[in-house]
């Protein structure tokens, strides 16, 4: 079977503005379709499903998809507006982790431009379906969770990102979830919400009670922890990168950083040692890529 890669849920735009609150470039956004973008950069087959608006703005993000030979035949566009995240970059030389704002809110009319809908489509046809599937999520709303019991022959791999798409969630929804992961690539500030709504004490509590094959724990500049099973022994390996990029924007590099490891995970048999000092140099160039330039997307070739 064929490989495709293929995201779900509401297509986004980044309204990107300066630390004077000028609107200096406007693009797709969203960490799935960014992931999702970065793995047809890398010549994989993509497919985005979901919805945006018959606007302008639902113009220019799936724009953005197309231009980077995403496949967008399954995005309905509907009488909604589109929706937007407002990204704030500070007038300095250079970027802290925390220094850039996301924010669901225009930053000019403080009115809240982007939204979570329960009316996206979840099928897909039966050509699609024969394929060796791989999902990526970053939202974990019940609409995404309909989705992924559509899929058959699916790996489903799962950006845990941001506390604010995990906290109005219970344990047992969150659980239940989850656990229909293979990969999870977590942000090492959700892990203390996280672990407490899951009850856990740690990442291998998190890893052995999803039964996961492969947990990556990303920890910004100071790089990533995997977290994996070999001869039935949990293994961890942190990796630190050699080299720290002058930072413009950081908003891309974690999306940019999961697409090599899934694309990496898409075509191994073997977790070890040597598959994660393979991923980790691979994922690492390329969110040194994106931090050095403005916008959440690689560049076209």
């Known amino acids: 079977m064929s490989k495709v890669f293929i995201s779900h849920g509401d297509i986004i735009l980044d309204n990107i503005y300066n630390g004077d609150l000028n609107l200096i470039k406007q693009d797709g956004g969203g960490s799935n379709w960014n992931t999702l973008y970065n ?7 993509c497919y985005a499903v979901g919805t945006c608006g018959k606007d302008k703005e639902g113009d220019i993000a799936l724009s ?3 231009s980077g030979n995403v496949n967008t035949d399954f995005v309905r566009r509907d009488d909604i507006s589109t929706s937007i995240m407002n990204i704030i970059i500070p007038n300095q030389t250079n970027l802290g982790d925390n220094s850039i704002i996301h924010s669901w809110y225009s930053p000019i009319t403080n009115k809240r431009t982007l939204f979570f809908r329960d009316n996206l489509p979840i099928q897909l046809p039966e050509d699609i379906l024969q394929n060796d599937i791989y999902v990526l999520l970053d939202k974990f709303e019940t609409i995404n969770f309909d989705f992924i019991s559509n899929l058959k022959s699916k790996k489903v791999c799962l950006d845990i990102g941001h506390i604010r798409f995990i906290e109005h969630f219970t344990k047992q929804y969150l659980t239940m979830f989850f656990k229909t992961a293979n990969l999870i690539q977590l942000n090492e500030t959700v892990k203390p919400l996280l672990f407490e709504r899951l009850q856990i004490q740690n990442e291998f509590d998190f890893f052995n009670l999803l039964d996961l094959d492969l947990l990556v724990v990303t920890k910004g500049k100071k790089g990533a922890t ?3 099973k070999e001869d039935n022994q949990l293994k961890t390996i942190d990796k630190e990168p050699e080299v720290i990029a ?4 950081s908003s891309g590099a974690g999306d940019a950083f999961f697409a090599s490891v899934i694309q990496g995970y898409a075509y191994t048999d073997t977790i070890n040692s040597d598959f994660i000092n393979k991923i980790f140099s691979t994922a690492n160039k390329a969110s040194r890529t994106v931090i050095n330039q403005v916008g959440s997307r690689r560049k076209n070739k």
């Open 226 to 228: 995997f977290i994996f």
């Open 39 to 45: 793995l047809s950069y890398l010549g994989e087959t």
């Open 246 to 249: 002058k930072v413009v924007d």
């Open 64 to 66: 953005s998809l197309t």
